[in-house]
């Protein structure tokens, strides 16, 4: 036996359906809003655009900007994207303007988005302090220390709200992201991939900070940002994450400076990375590169190589 609902029944939930419907417009135009972005500049380059977008991101509580090159391609057909993560001190500034990554991208048709190292302007005491902790330091980590944990989450901006927000406004493949980055940022690289395996279809580091459980950089970092109980740095930690990754086949590609300061201070550390790498049969293929330091110098002469290598994948 099937009742029919009563006047009054109906009218509640019509009512309720109507409540609902304006909840959900409601959640959707905060979303939009959420998503906005405001252009801050566009200046043509092979024939493709090099533009810079600000936004309010959810995750860090402030303003963000990010560089984004859009080639030709970009204008007609979805492309992939590939993510560049810069180093200490760094803006998204440095990468569009002194790398001269532009034309191989543009020439192999991929999306190069490159975000800004921290949260800025959040009114932390201290965050200005040093140069390598704070403000131009996020180390691409999530932060579980006071004051730092409500904006420094830097590890879900890259893999998350940055992605989404890309994957949002522009013509670009969702299913084919790549990324790489430089000291600090190609910690950030790494840690991003191995621990997301399957999420990106290939990673490369110029540089890398590759134990930072073990240099004087990270120990800062993570100290500030995790607290004194090392067990918990070894999930941000490169060469921790290697020894227990067992996810899809990653092809690394590290170029280091043989002349590099920072090598020669303990800082970057790779010949740990490589051992882990080697001990859990990932492949990486590491270049010593006689000569070059830790400048944009190095990484304009190798960038073309690692687009290179991204675009195999990522074009395949």
């Known amino acids: 036996m099937f009742l029919l609902p009563g006047p009054r029944v109906a009218a509640s939930a019509s009512a309720a359906a109507a409540r609902a419907r304006a909840v959900s417009a409601v959640t959707a135009v ?19 655009y090099q533009k810079v977008y600000e ?10 900007r990010f560089g984004i090159y859009l080639p030709p391609k970009a204008e007609r057909v979805k492309c992939p994207v590939l993510y560049w993560l810069s180093g200490l001190t760094c803006t998204e ?3 569009i303007t002194k790398a001269g990554s532009q034309q191989a991208a543009a020439e192999h048709g991929i999306v190069i988005v490159a975000p800004d190292t921290s949260p800025r302007g959040c009114n932390i005491q201290g965050e200005e302090d040093s140069w390598d902790f704070g403000t131009g330091a996020g180390f691409y980590i999530n932060a579980t220390e006071d004051p730092w944990k409500t904006n420094y989450r830097m590890y879900s901006y890259i893999t998350e709200e940055l992605p989404h927000l890309i994957n949002t406004n522009f013509l670009v493949d969702s299913e084919k992201m790549s990324i790489f980055g430089h000291s600090m940022g190609g910690h950030g690289a790494l840690i991003c991939a191995l621990k997301n395996p399957g999420k990106y279809k290939s990673v490369s580091a110029l540089a890398p900070i590759c134990n930072p459980m073990q240099c004087p950089w990270g120990e800062k970092a ?6 004194s109980d090392k067990s918990k740095w070894e999930a941000f ?9 067992s996810g899809p086949l990653l092809d690394i590609l590290v170029d280091q400076g043989k002349d590099d300061q920072f090598l020669a201070a303990g800082q970057l550390l790779p010949d740990s990375f490589i051992t882990a790498c080697t001990d859990q049969k990932i492949p990486v293929v590491f270049r010593l590169q006689e000569g070059y330091d830790h400048s944009y110098y190095f990484i304009a002469t190798f960038i073309t190589d690692h687009i290179k290598h991204h675009a195999k994948y990522l074009n395949a």
Do not use: I, P, R
């Open 93 to 95: 500034q440095n990468f």
């Open 222 to 227: 993570f100290t500030g940002y995790l607290g």
């Open 237 to 245: 930690d490169a060469t921790c994450l290697a020894k227990t990754y």
């Open 55 to 64: 936004h309010d991101s959810y995750e860090l509580k402030c303003k963000m």
């Open 30 to 48: 905060s979303l939009v809003k959420k998503m906005a972005l405001t252009q801050v500049s566009s200046t043509k380059c092979f024939e493709g």
